[in-house]
């Protein structure tokens, strides 16, 4: 989710139906929604990903290998 969050600006995050899928998923599971309190721990771990993306220029390797290994997306 913090690799959507900064890099998600793409137009195949939206044209991925497996992609959508998970994100359907994690909302649901962590209760990420409108009026719902997210799980707390989810949240936490979301914090640390979120400050390490943001200090980088580029997409850091662990990354780009997700979203591309999992979606076959490119992030760069």
Avoid: Q
Wanted: charged letters at 25%; glycine letters at 6%; proline letters at 5%.
């Amino acid at each position: 989710m913090a690799i959507l969050l900064h890099y998600g600006n793409n137009e195949a995050f939206v044209l991925s139906p497996h992609f959508r899928a998970d994100c359907e998923y994690i909302s649901k599971r962590f209760h990420i929604h409108g009026s719902g309190t997210p799980d707390l721990e989810f949240t936490e771990y979301l914090k640390e990903y979120n400050a390490e993306l943001e200090h980088c220029e580029k997409p850091p390797k662990w990354a780009v290998d997700l979203i591309k290994g999992m979606y076959n997306i490119d992030i760069y």
